[in-house]
Each structure stands twice: as structure tokens, then as C-alpha cells.
């Protein structure tokens, strides 16, 4: 069974990886740069979102290329991280938020492969969803098993008043990648399920000013229990090929047809 890992903003080392072999694959568009490891009956493969640096930005990362390269490398589940700030006083720096649905305000990019209109009432994988949990109970690590998250296009941070806005709306977290990521993997029908990383809380709800190096802190200093969530999560999925995601994209597709 294949399964691929999405690294994030920390993210970006791939050692709890058996003997990982980096390879550069070409797509429609573009290249993009993942690891391959073998681990029991598994074949995880490591994806690191920004590169292997993080010299690019959430709104210049080729989101199309990596799903695209998942695609092709014939991988059927993905599980991701990502950063993001907290407009939740309960979801605190450090807290590990395991998204349900998203808010997309990334309108500076384009998130679509533009074939065909994919069902997302249910944004994120229910089996991957229950797969993370599950670990994180057996590894006792917390977990907040729900949330809203709303994309913002970035690069910039947010203003107070898109703060105050998004908080009456109910948002839990603010990132700058996932919308668009769930997106296109639901539009090749692959099943995704991300878990986010607070590294910070949203303008207007603290005084500390959004800092690149702070949220590397953060990430840093809980990379340990994200990285084995993830790999946990990865070895014990167990290894279906029916879900609901491959059912709305046979939908999608079928009605274009
Ligand atoms: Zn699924």
C-alpha cells in the first residue's frame, strides 16, 4: 500500500524515514521533489510542500505539480500538516487541530485542475480523519478532533478587522495552503486528511506580531510528537479502496461525461 506524507513549514527532514531515496518527478506542471521509503508492506512517500527549504512562499508553492506527482505515483491516500494561527483561544500555541471543514479566501491562485466540479460538503477523508485520531489516543497526544480553518491567499498576515470578521464566523484557524490542497487532491480522488500545528494566535487576538522564525520555534519544538503522529497514522491506516472520495470523484467525472 502507498501512502504519502505532506510536510509543511518545519517539516522538512526525512528522518523517521527507512533509508528515504529522493527522486524528482515531472509533471504536466512542473517538477516537484519527494522522498520514497519502504516500511513493512507500506511505501510511504514523503513530500515536502515548500521544498526542501523554506524559501517559498504558501501562495507560490506549485500545489498543482505535488498532487499531480501523488497522482501518478499511483497514491490513493495522502496526510499532510500544516502551520497555522489560532483565532480559537481554546486551540493554544502548540495544540494539534485536526481540521473538518475550511473557509477559502486564497482567490490569488488558482485551485482547481478545472476538469470537473468535485463534491466537498465533507472536505477531508472520514477514514483518514479516524485514523489520526485513533493513533493519537493509542501515542496520548492531544488532539482538538475538530476545527474550521480558513485559507487566507497570503503572503501577508491578516488584518485586525479580518480577525474580528473571521472569528464571528467561527473560524477556529487561519492558514495560507490547505484549502487549495484539499481541493485538488478530492479532484484527483485521492483521500486526505491533514493535521494543523498552532504556531501562533491570529493578530488582534495577542499582541505578539506574526514572525516566521517564531512559528519555526513552535514547529520545532513539537515537530517530535507531529512526526509521530504522522508516521503512526501512515503504518496503521488500514488498507481500503473504498471511500467516499473515490466515490465523489467517480461522480464528478462522470458527469462531465
Ligand atoms: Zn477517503
Not at 508553492?61 to 495522502?78: C, E, P, R, S, T
Not at 475538530?146 to 488584518?159: D, I, Q, S, V
Not at 520545532?220 to 504522522?230: E, P, Q, T, V
Amino acid at each position: 500500500m502507498k501512502i504519502a506524507i505532506i510536510g509543511g513549514t518545519g517539516l522538512y527532514d526525512t528522518s523517521f524515514l527507512n533509508n528515504p531515496k529522493e527522486e524528482i518527478i515531472e509533471t504536466e506542471y512542473g517538477k516537484t521533489k519527494i522522498y520514497r521509503s519502504k516500511i513493512n508492506d507500506r511505501e510511504l512517500v514523503f513530500l515536502p510542500r515548500h521544498g526542501i527549504q523554506h524559501g517559498v512562499l504558501a501562495y507560490q508553492v506549485n500545489y498543482h505539480a505535488n498532487m499531480k506527482a501523488l497522482d501518478q505515483l499511483g497514491i490513493k491516500k495522502a496526510i499532510a500538516m500544516n502551520a497555522v494561527g489560532s483565532l480559537n483561544p481554546e486551540m493554544k500555541v502548540g495544540d494539534l487541530v485536526l481540521i473538518d471543514q475550511f473557509m477559502d479566501f486564497a482567490w490569488n491562485r488558482k485551485s482547481t485542475f478545472g476538469e470537473h466540479s468535485v463534491n466537498m460538503t465533507n472536505p477531508y477523508c472520514p477514514k483518514l480523519r479516524a485514523e489520526f485520531i485513533k493513533s493519537a489516543e493509542s501515542l496520548d497526544i492531544e488532539l482538538h478532533e475538530k476545527g474550521n480553518y480558513l485559507c487566507t491567499g497570503g503572503p501577508r498576515y491578516e488584518t485586525a478587522l479580518e480577525v474580528k470578521v473571521f472569528r464571528s464566523w467561527g473560524m477556529d484557524v487561519v492558514g495560507m495552503t490547505n484549502s487549495t490542497e484539499a481541493t485538488l487532491a478530492r479532484e484527483l480522488g485521492i483521500c486526505y486528511s491533514t493535521v494543523n500545528l498552532v504556531t501562533d494566535m491570529a493578530a488582534g487576538i495577542t499582541e505578539v506580531e506574526p514572525d516566521l522564525a517564531l512559528h519555526r520555534k513552535v514547529v520545532s519544538d513539537n515537530i517530535d510528537k507531529l512526526k509521530k503522529l504522522l508516521f503512526t497514522t501512515a503504518m496503521n491506516v488500514e488498507d481500503y479502496d473504498d471511500c467516499m472520495c473515490q466515490d465523489l470523484y467517480n461522480k464528478a467525472v462522470e458527469a462531465r461525461k
